[in-house]
Structure formats: C-alpha cells, structure tokens
T-cell receptor, first 109, second 116 residues
Framework: LAKTTQPISMDSYEGQEVNITCSHNNIATNDYITWYQQFPSQGPRFIIQGYKTKVTNEVASLFIPADRKSSTLSLPRVSLSDTAVYYCLVAPNDYKLSFGAGTTVTVRA | DAGVIQSPRHEVTEMGQEVTLRCKPISGHNSLFWYRQTMMRGLELLIYFNNNVPIDDSGMPEDRFSAKMPNASFSTLKIQPSEPRDSAVYFC??????????????FGPGTRLTVT
C-alpha cells in the first residue's frame, strides 16, 4: 500500500477555500486516490475519488498532477459544518482502504 | 434508504464476556467491511466480504475475533472472550463493487464497545 502524508491540522474561516495537499510518492499505476470526511461520533463519508487530472463534484474538487505523486482536495467556501477530519487514501484494486491519521480541519466564524 | 444499520450503538461488557456486533448493509450492495477505530491506532480494516464470502481477514487481530455473513443483508462480528484492549468504535461499511471502479463505501453509525 502506498503511504500518504498530509498535514495534521488546518485552520480556516467561513467562506474561504480550503486546500489540503496529500503526498503519495509510491502510488502504483493502478491505484486510485480517494478522500473521506469524518465528523465526530460518525463514520467516515466518501467525498471524491480520482485517477488523474481534475475531478469535481457538488462537494469538492480533486486535483492530481501528471506524476500522481500528490493530490489536492479543494473545499470551496467552507462553513462551520465543514469542520471535520479529512482522510486521503490511495486505493488499490483490491478495494482495501487504509486510513491514516487524516487532517483535522477547523473552520472558524 | 435507511443506510447501513448497526446494533447495538453502545455496548458495555465485562472482560471475558462474548460480544456480538451486528450490521445490516445497504440493500443491493455486494461488499461489506468491518473497521475498528481507536485513538491510538486510528481506523483499521478488520475484514471484508464480497458476495457474502470473506475475501481478506488479515486485519482481524487474533482468534478471539470472528466475522460471518450468512446472507446479503446481515453480518456479525463476534469477540470471544472480550478484553479491555478491544474497547473501540466498530464500524461496518458496505459498497457496490464491480463494473466501474468505485471506492465509495457507506459507513454505519458505529458501535461503541467498552470492555471493563
């Protein structure tokens, strides 16, 4: 499994864009990149997945450079309710997900 | 859809007792995952099933842990005998694997287990 490295924590304010960068230098050719969000006392929730370039959905955007050694999750115009832990995962084709420590994002008013 | 259903939500038991956690996956999903989350070790995959068959149980900590999936709508995770170090939040997740590759797993609310 490719190891991922992401910041332990990030602070932001309401209305700002939050960008979380994750490095995964040892990503394999068939691996996908996926991000999950977890609120306290809840199970993780899938946000987005991608293989290369850019993916956008109603919640976030995922930017993946050509070398795929890193990825950036972009949360537009965050609100207080976006305060959560965000996990970057490299997903192999056996569908086993390995969650790291994640990034705790705190959004302040 | 009701989502993934887990029961009980909270369980407090004494060391040495048998504990059974239950999970009902989302209807139509063909894969089920059991995870454990602690402050020290984070979120760990214990075992996962595809079409009711255990595919990978390498994350099961020891023989005291066992999991079954007798049908597509029900799974159990059993700990016997339980120990204080088993205290954690146990999550069940389900997904639809096959076709287009998707890593979207739907997690249940979890069972908070406390072993005294």
């Amino acid at each position: 499994l490719a190891k991922t490295t992401q910041p332990i924590s990030m602070d932001s304010y309401e209305g700002q864009e939050v960008n979380i960068t994750c490095s995964h230098n040892n990503i394999a050719t068939n691996d996908y990149i996926t991000w999950y969000q977890q609120f306290p006392s809840q199970g993780p929730r899938f946000i987005i997945q991608g293989y290369k370039t850019k993916v956008t959905n109603e919640v976030a955007s995922l930017f993946i450079p050509a070398d795929r050694k890193s990825s950036t999750l972009s949360l537009p115009r965050v609100s207080l309710s976006d305060t959560a832990v965000y996990y970057c995962l490299v997903a192999p084709n056996d569908y086993k997900l390995s969650f790291g420590a994640g990034t705790t994002v705190t959004v302040r008013a | 859809d009701a989502g993934v259903i887990q029961s009980p939500r909270h369980e407090v038991t004494e060391m040495g007792q048998e504990v059974t956690l239950r999970c009902k996956p989302i209807s139509g999903h063909n894969s089920l995952f059991w995870y454990r989350q602690t402050m020290m070790r984070g979120l760990e995959l214990l075992i996962y099933f595809n079409n009711n068959v255990p595919i990978d149980d390498s994350g099961m900590p020891e023989d005291r842990f066992s999991a079954k999936m007798p049908n597509a709508s029900f799974s159990t995770l059993k700990i016997q005998p339980s120990e204080p170090r088993d205290s954690a939040v146990y999550f069940c997740a389900s997904s639809l694997l096959g076709g287009e590759r998707s890593y979207e797993q739907y997690f249940g609310p979890g069972t908070r287990l406390t072993v005294t």
